[in-house]
């Protein structure tokens, strides 16, 4: 019975008190969850549109329904209702009622939305940024209130301002430091600042003593002389500084006492430690005895030809090398260019140069007025059977002046000789009057000099002697060399008259060529004169001739011409150039010369006794500074200006 009871027992606990337990748990971890969910919802579309947009105001209004209430505030503790400001902070509220096993459950909770976005999206009636505040600006006159912290040592401080008639604050800023509004309660605002700088640095306590100094004295007492210093370091009651010697340094014998002794002089010892047989002791200075001694000396000498210096007085030394006269040039290459000449050599600078085209010369044409001189020659020799070849040259004179003549007339001759000029040509037994064409025209084309020539008893055999030929061909150059050559021989049996007319008329034009003006020149007939006119013999052998001169003048052409204009350039050396004579210079010594003899002398004692002691006493004297002392303690003051913007 009683089991029975335990397990109803133990059914009902579990029915009515697990059952709900485990119920409500469930029921509260799926709310809670839910809620969770809500919170980050809402807080990360907060931050998505940069503050509370129409998008988050429909989400909180479709959870209303469900239990939720969602407020939005600023961190100044204003409502916000629309788009915040890069850098604003919105604090999210959340309060969720369910139903539970028991009773109705709420959650609340607070997320904080920082706003990371400059361009949310305002709704509808938006007009203006949430500023420090956030929140609805509403329109309203912007105004500013300017306020100062109180001077105060603490960096941070936090005061509360009254602001006159505002109904919303849009933010605070200070000069210095920065500024951060803890909270907005109607018109009072309280405000936080911090980090700004020292506004004044005030004295709280404490005083300055200035360096001190004096003048004091001093003194060292010791047993030996020598451990008196210079001076002393002085360092008492905070006052330092060095002491130096003041009067003479003061002797008292503190104890013992002098026996004097025997004494007397010795000399011309060889030890400085004296002793002798009579009990005397001491220690003697040296002394010269004898000779003497000559420092070293030493002189300058210059202008030596040699390294090694030595001289009759001793001086000794090597000697240092310097240019005594002249100078030295070194060789040197320079580039030289619009040179004249090939082959340069100035100012000691010599080469051979390489020519380039340095520029074109145009000269113009121009007309120039000429001279010019001709001569003619007009004779006429008769050769009769029997009569020879000299006879028909023309006269001495003529050669000498004339020689061009002979070479004309040579040349007829030898055509006659050569058959050129035969019956083939010319009808035998012509009058004088009437030349035989074909001959004249033949030497005409070979000499361009005018020929008439009037034959008798040519026939076609008859030739010159071969001897006369052979001298023409052979050498013969000039009229004077076939006079004096002696192979003149009797012309064969020819009777002709000859007559070579270069005077018959002068050229209307002569055509005037110097290789570097050409044209025509016209005679000029009043300088047509007779230079020579010779006739000698009879019928059987004559000679006549006549030589006459005219100028002829006018303007010929001379062309214009391009000259090619050339220079030379290139590289010349100048050799070196060494004229230096080398000298030798420098100190000379003359070593020291020493012939002195030592020996050593004193006053020796015997007996006596010195059992004395002394005290030695020096006095000091200086300037001693005690440093001054700072112990002043100041205290920073920090203050800072305020202006509140509101409407």
Not at 56 to 76: H, L, R, W
Not at 272 to 289: A, C, I, M, Q
Request: hydrophobic share 25%; proline share 3%; aromatic share 12%.
């Amino acid at each position: 019975m009683s089991q029975m009871k335990s397990a109803v027992f133990t059914a009902l606990f579990f029915i009515g008190i697990i059952v709900p337990a485990l119920l409500m748990f469930a029921i509260d971890s799926l709310h809670q969850n839910s809620f969770a969910k809500v919170t980050k919802e809402i807080t990360e579309l907060v931050q998505e549109d940069a503050g509370v947009s129409d998008r988050v105001k429909s989400v909180v209004n479709d959870y209303k329904p469900k239990g939720y209430v969602i407020t939005f505030k600023d961190q100044f503790g204003q409502a916000v209702n629309g788009i915040m400001n890069y850098g604003d902070t919105v604090y999210v509220n959340f309060k969720y009622t369910y139903k539970s096993v028991y009773k109705d459950q709420t959650i609340e909770s607070t997320n904080k939305a920082f706003i990371a976005k400059r361009n949310g999206v305002n709704p509808p009636g938006w007009s203006g940024g949430g500023g420090n505040n956030g929140g609805n600006t509403d329109g309203g006159e912007l105004k500013t209130f300017t306020a100062k912290t109180t001077l105060s040592g603490n960096s941070t401080q936090e005061q509360t301002f009254i602001i006159p008639n505002m109904n919303h604050l849009l933010r605070v800023t200070t000069n210095t430091g920065s500024v951060q509004v803890v909270k907005v309660d109607g018109n009072r605002v309280t405000i936080r600042a911090s980090g700004g700088s020292v506004k004044e640095r005030v004295q709280t306590g404490g005083s300055v003593k200035a360096d001190e100094t004096k003048i004091v004295t001093d003194k060292v007492v010791s047993t030996k002389s020598s451990e008196i210093p210079n001076s002393i370091t002085y360092n008492k009651d905070g006052f330092v500084g060095t002491l130096t010697k003041t009067g003479e340094m003061k002797t008292k014998q503190t104890g013992g006492e002098l026996i004097p002794g025997e004494t007397k002089v010795v000399g011309n010892q060889t030890s400085p430690n004296y002793s002798d047989s009579e009990g005397f002791k001491g220690t003697l200075e040296r002394y010269v005895h004898s000779g003497t001694y000559t420092p070293p000396q030493n002189k300058f000498v210059t202008a030596q030809t040699s390294a090694n210096y030595s001289d009759s007085e001793g001086y000794r030394g090597t000697l240092s090398q310097y240019v005594h006269s002249g100078s030295y040039t070194p060789s040197d290459t320079k580039w030289v260019t619009n040179q004249t000449s090939q082959n340069y050599n100035s100012e000691g600078y010599k080469g051979v140069l390489n020519r380039y085209k340095y520029r074109e010369v145009t000269v113009p044409g121009e007309k120039v007025y000429k001279h010019q001189k001709i001569m003619m020659y007009k004779g006429i020799t008769n050769t009769n059977r029997g009569h020879t070849m000299k006879d028909v040259i023309p006269s001495p004179f003529a050669i000498e002046y004339y020689s061009a003549v002979y070479d004309e007339f040579k040349d007829f001759l030898m055509s006659i000789h050569n058959g050129e000029l035969s019956r083939e040509h010319c009808t035998a037994d012509l009058g004088p009057v009437n030349p035989c064409e074909d001959v004249d025209g033949y030497f005409e084309k070979k000499t361009n000099i005018p020929i008439q020539t009037n034959l008798h008893h040519v026939w076609g055999g008859y030739r010159l002697s071969s001897e006369v030929w052979n001298d023409l061909n052979n050498g013969i150059k000039t009229l004077g060399d076939l006079r004096n050559s002696g192979n003149w021989m009797t012309t064969s049996a020819i009777d002709r008259e000859v007559l070579v007319d270069t005077g018959s008329g002068f050229p209307s034009l002569l055509y005037y060529d110097d290789g570097m003006a050409t044209g025509f020149l016209k005679p000029d007939w009043r300088t047509l004169r007779k230079l020579v006119q010779v006739s000698s013999g009879g019928w059987v052998s004559n000679t006549h001739y006549m030589i006459t001169e005219m100028g002829y003048v006018g303007y010929v052409t001379k062309p214009q011409t391009t000259k090619t204009e050339y220079r030379y350039q290139g590289y010349v050396t100048r050799p070196e150039k060494d004229t230096r004579v080398y000298r030798y210079q420098g100190t000379v010594t003359k070593p020291a010369v020493d012939t002195r003899e030592y020996r050593y002398g004193g006053t020796v004692t015997k007996g006596g006794s010195d059992t004395r002691t002394f005290e030695y006493t020096q006095e000091y004297q200086g300037t001693v500074t005690k440093k001054g002392e700072d112990t002043r303690t100041y205290e920073n003051r920090y203050q800072y200006d305020l202006i509140f913007e509101y409407r």
